[in-house]
């Protein structure tokens, strides 16, 4: 009878190991999409603000147009 207890103790130790390190590799992969997509946002407002940049607005007609003369202000 102790024999099947520690098979199966011996069983919820590699089970939970594994299940512990998979949900870690997950966390981490997260974590690293999450910080890409800030970085990415960032770069995006930066690029945004600058005064060569148009923006574009859609028309009545669903085509994308200067808006307001064309520049940022």
Do not use: C, T
Request: glycine share 10%; aromatic share 8%; no cysteine.
């Amino acid at each position: 009878m102790s024999a099947i207890l520690l098979r199966v103790l011996v069983y919820a130790i590699i089970g939970g190991a594994i299940y512990f390190g998979i949900r870690r590799i997950i966390n981490d992969w997260r974590a690293q999409f999450r910080a890409d997509d800030k970085a990415k946002h960032a770069r995006d407002i930066k690029e945004g603000q600058r005064p060569d940049v148009v923006e574009l607005k859609r028309d009545k007609d669903g085509v994308f147009r200067p808006g307001d003369g064309g520049e940022k202000k």
